[in-house]
């Protein structure tokens, strides 16, 4: 009787379980993975370290920046007389020499200014050719006692009133015709007209501030580069350090240049501190054209056939999760975490050329199957480090 007991308990056990057959899958799959992940835990501290290459290479570090192309000496050519202009014998792209003449001003008013002043000191002339007989008149009369001396001295005073008028109305006149003369506009230095503001006809106001008619790039075969560089950077720049460049109109070429001045004064743009940067060009070929934008690269630093790594991979600021028997002098700063053979080891280093993205590593310990260490699988995300990228 009990036997029959037994026996129906059983197959009421496996009834149950062929009927919830799928439930009975999943539970097993739970315990599985749940045995699979504590198991190896429980009674072992060995960790399965995340490591990355160190591999061998060269680095560049450079400073890049954007800056115009301009001539080195633009010369603005302005007007110092007003007038309607008359003819223009230059246009854009025109080559002139010194003295060739740029424009002509309507000079009708300017020269009636020139006859009036003439007119003017052949009048004070006349004054004093008459003031000066009076004078030599009243002296021989004031000898022979004829007229006072009061008289004598009044004639004295108009002869040297009139050597003055004289003098001024001279000065008039030469400063008219001058301004006669500034009514042919000629060009200052040899070089390119890169720039013309006026057409002819226009009428030229030089009242308060001389208005600009040209521009004249006086060598386009010696052009310059005007870049900012943060103050982050500027301390890595060297006035004749060679550079490199690029621009949009030739994305395949590299053009050459060097630094020729790092100038002291400072500009805030945007609440960063940047520090004016001239490149010198040499522009013999005629390529590069004013106002065009450089992409430049200053190479500050680099070093080849050298151990690097990813700057990710020296985030780590504390070993303590990675080993518990670890000296107190043993910090990231001093020492690099390698797996070697799948042992934990600590080996001496030094930083040296950082860019961007990678770091060089220097070191006489490091081997050839060397990895590096950066964390280890379950590391909580708390001891993670962020990376922070520089503005």
């Known amino acids: 009787m009990e036997e029959n007991k037994k026996q129906s308990f059983i197959a009421r056990f496996f009834g149950w379980i062929w009927r919830n057959k799928w439930w009975v899958v999943v539970l097993v799959i739970v315990l599985g993975g749940l045995c699979w992940w504590l198991c190896p835990k429980i009674g072992s501290d060995k960790k399965d370290f995340i490591v990355m290459d160190i591999v061998n290479g060269d680095i560049v570090h450079t400073v890049t920046a954007t800056g115009e192309i301009q001539p080195v000496n633009t010369v603005n050519v302005g007007s110092q007389v007003s007038g309607t202009i008359e003819d223009i014998f230059v246009d854009y792209n025109s080559k002139v020499k010194k003295g060739d003449v740029l424009l002509k001003i309507e000079p009708s008013v300017l020269q009636s200014t020139v006859d009036e002043s003439k007119a003017q000191l052949e009048s004070a002339k006349s004054q004093l050719k008459y003031y000066e007989n009076e004078y030599r008149r009243n002296t021989s009369l004031y000898k022979d006692g004829f007229i006072s001396r009061a008289e004598m001295e009044q004639s004295q005073t108009n002869y040297e009133q009139a050597e003055q008028s004289v003098k001024k109305a001279q000065y008039t006149y030469e400063r008219a015709v001058t301004n006669l ?97 001239v490149i010198d060009v040499d522009n013999s070929d005629l390529k590069l054209m004013p106002g065009m934008t450089a992409f430049v690269n200053v190479v500050v630093a680099e070093a080849q056939d050298i151990k690097k790594v990813q700057n990710s991979g020296l985030l780590i600021r504390s070993y303590k999760n990675l080993s518990e028997n670890i000296s107190n002098d043993i910090s990231p700063k001093t020492h690099l975490a390698i797996l070697r053979d799948g042992k934990l080891v600590f080996v001496p280093y030094k930083k040296g050329i950082t860019t961007p993205t990678e770091t060089q590593i220097i070191s006489s310990e490091i081997q050839p199957n060397d990895k590096l260490i950066v964390g280890f699988v379950g590391q909580s995300t708390q001891n993670k480090s962020t990376i922070r990228a520089r503005p």
């Open 181 to 277: 003369g500034y009514a042919t506009i000629t060009s200052p230095v040899d070089g390119t007209v890169i720039s013309r503001k006026v057409d002819k006809g226009q009428t030229v106001a030089a009242s308060f501030q001389t208005p600009d008619l040209f521009e004249i790039a006086e060598d386009l075969s010696k052009m310059q580069i005007e870049t900012a560089v943060s103050e982050a950077d500027i301390g890595m720049i060297k006035e004749g350090v060679p550079v490199n460049f690029t621009v949009d109109a030739y994305p395949n070429q590299k053009f050459q240049g060097h630094i020729r001045q790092i100038r002291l004064s400072p500009t805030n743009v945007s609440n960063v501190v940047v520090y004016t940067v």
